[in-house]
């Protein structure tokens, strides 16, 4: 009996401590998301940036008139964007892969929290069988005394 409530009381501090990973698992995820967020907001900003560029250095190709100075610079513009896309297309790469990990870090703290849950669940269901087969047995001695007494 006393081993019984023990565990119960473990299983109730395991609980816990489950219910509190699952908060911060959560919070990490929460994070994760909002920074993921921002990386692709950037990707799509410097897309358009070398979109832009791109269609410049087109229009002035395309021009009777070409202004070297302005080529050049739009051109070193052009190469920058690229180099700058290709930076946050590796940082939302990144980002995408810690909230995959958040992800399945969040899923595995839920199960966990699910199975200890369970496990308490299970373990007060037994103890009240316990208490149940037990007054009932008290039951059963009370009545036989008061039924079948011998005198």
Same mark, same amino acid.
């Given at each position: 009996?006393?081993?019984?409530?023990?565990?119960?009381?473990?299983?109730? +501090?395991?609980?816990?401590?489950?219910?509190?990973?699952?908060?911060?698992?959560?919070?990490?995820?929460?994070?994760?998301?909002?920074?993921?967020?921002?990386?692709?907001?950037?990707?799509?900003?410097?897309?358009?940036?070398?979109?832009?560029?791109?269609?410049?250095?087109?229009?002035?190709?395309?021009?009777?008139?070409?202004?070297?100075?302005?080529?050049?610079?739009?051109?070193?513009?052009?190469?920058?964007?690229?180099?700058?896309?290709?930076?946050?297309?590796?940082?939302?790469?990144?980002?995408?892969?810690?909230?995959?990990?958040?992800?399945?870090?969040?899923?595995?703290?839920?199960?966990?929290?699910?199975? +200890?849950?369970?496990?308490?669940?299970?373990?007060?269901?037994?103890?009240?069988?316990?208490?149940?087969?037990?007054?009932?047995?008290?039951?059963?001695?009370?009545?036989?005394?008061?039924?079948?007494?011998?005198?």
């Amino acid at each position: 009996m006393a081993a019984e409530r023990e565990r119960e009381r473990v299983l109730t +501090i395991l609980q816990l401590q489950a219910e509190f990973e699952l908060a911060d698992a959560a919070l990490a995820l929460a994070q994760t998301t909002q920074q993921q967020r921002a990386a692709a907001q950037q990707v799509h900003r410097c897309d358009t940036a070398v979109q832009l560029a791109h269609g410049e250095l087109r229009r002035q190709m395309g021009s009777p008139v070409l202004n070297p100075a302005s080529y050049e610079i739009v051109r070193r513009l052009w190469r920058h964007g690229q180099q700058q896309l290709a930076a946050a297309q590796a940082e939302l790469e990144q980002r995408e892969s810690e909230l995959n990990r958040d992800r399945d870090e969040l899923a595995n703290r839920r199960q966990r929290e699910s199975e +200890i849950t369970r496990a308490l669940s299970d373990q007060r269901r037994k103890q009240q069988l316990d208490r149940a087969a037990r007054d009932g047995v008290v039951a059963d001695d009370l009545w036989l005394l008061t039924n079948w007494s011998i005198t």
